[in-house]
């Protein structure tokens, strides 16, 4: 099988049609481009996400929290524990997970979340560090989220810029590579994006809008995440890729390592959708709280209509996401 998330047709078919049981106090389950699952207890929700990192060595411990948590925050949920597997191949040593556990500690401590529990093991089933966090959550029912909210007609909102996270991870696992290419300016471009990897501030920002749906950028970048977006609310959407923000230094390893930021892996950028009616109070939050953020294209109800126009590139269809290229270009 190819490296990555399992094409979504593949998710539907093979496990997500497994999946048998449901009960009355679920109020989110599982579904393509939902990346969280919620339950009912009384006026509020558990909302419960969970997911590894196994693409990224350098930061990874920072990563999965942040990564975790911006999952919550795309169903407007307030984060409020995780739990941390740690599966260290035999060649690991005991420093390694020590620095492991500081980054996953200091990550908890800026979000304001408690590590509550989870399983360490040293296995030869890895050959790499793989690291899992699940994280969870607290929203009023009635204020609960989900990708599947989208609606014909809503504005279409990102924050930040694309390929966020993989720019990130790039930049730490080819540093050697990239000695003497990045200047002064791209790692200063660097660090402010590595302190922008949270999107909380955007879910409670959304929340507080009445959004009518939210979703992380993940594996697939934003166009991946657009689909999924469409995909779950049984709707279409038209892209002006010229309002897409790509920062210069994302720019930069594009060209060094030929991918389409578009399609590239990006944790720390939310999309939103929202009534028009509400967009100014969205944009007013927004700029109140220092988020970047812009209006990217607009919700179509025609399934069908999924397209990019403007831009560098212009796709008449934006199709089902492929393999994420951060794993080509790690090597992996």
């Known amino acids: 099988m190819k490296e990555g998330k399992l094409d979504n047709e593949v998710l539907e078919r093979s496990v997500l049609s497994k999946i048998k049981t449901e009960t009355p106090d679920i109020l989110l389950g599982p579904g393509v481009g939902e990346d969280c699952g919620a339950i009912r207890f009384g006026e509020e929700a558990c909302v419960v996400t969970t997911d590894p990192i196994t693409g990224a060595t350098k930061g990874s411990g920072r990563l999965a929290v942040h990564v975790s948590c911006n999952d919550l925050a795309s169903s407007g949920a307030e984060p409020t524990a995780v739990t941390v597997t740690i599966l260290a191949p035999i060649h690991a040593t005991l420093e390694d997970i020590e620095a492991l556990m500081e980054e996953i500690s200091e990550a908890a401590e800026e979000i304001g979340v408690a590590v509550i529990g989870g399983h360490t093991e040293v296995t030869s089933a890895v050959t790499r560090m793989v690291l899992s966090v699940t994280a969870l959550g607290r929203v009023p029912v009635d204020e609960l989220i989900s990708t599947a909210g989208a609606r014909a007609g809503d504005w279409i909102y990102m924050s930040k810029t694309a390929a966020l996270e993989g720019t990130v991870i790039i930049a730490a696992e080819k540093s050697e590579q990239l000695e003497g290419v990045l200047d002064k ?140 290229p951060l794993y080509r270009v790690l090597g992996f």
Not at 221 to 233: D, N, T
Not at 254 to 263: A, C, D, K, V, W
Not at 297 to 319: C, N
């Open 185 to 324: 300016k791209d790692l200063e471009e660097l660090a402010q994006l590595q302190a922008s990897l949270s999107v909380m501030p955007e879910g409670r920002i959304g929340r507080k809008a009445g959004v009518s749906a939210m979703h992380d950028i993940t594996e697939g970048g934003v166009l991946g995440a657009l689909w999924e977006v469409c995909e779950a609310s049984g709707t279409g959407c038209t892209i002006w890729g010229s309002e897409i923000r790509i920062a210069a230094v994302t720019k930069k390893l594009s060209g060094i390592f030929e991918f389409n930021p578009l399609n590239l892996i990006g944790s720390g950028s939310m999309l939103m959708t929202i009534l028009p009616d509400k967009a100014q109070l969205l944009e007013a939050e927004a700029e109140r709280q220092g988020v970047a953020l812009r209006r990217i294209g607009i919700i179509e109800a025609d399934a069908s209509v999924r397209r990019l126009i403007g831009g560098d590139v212009e796709i008449e269809t934006i199709g089902r996401p492929d393999v994420d």
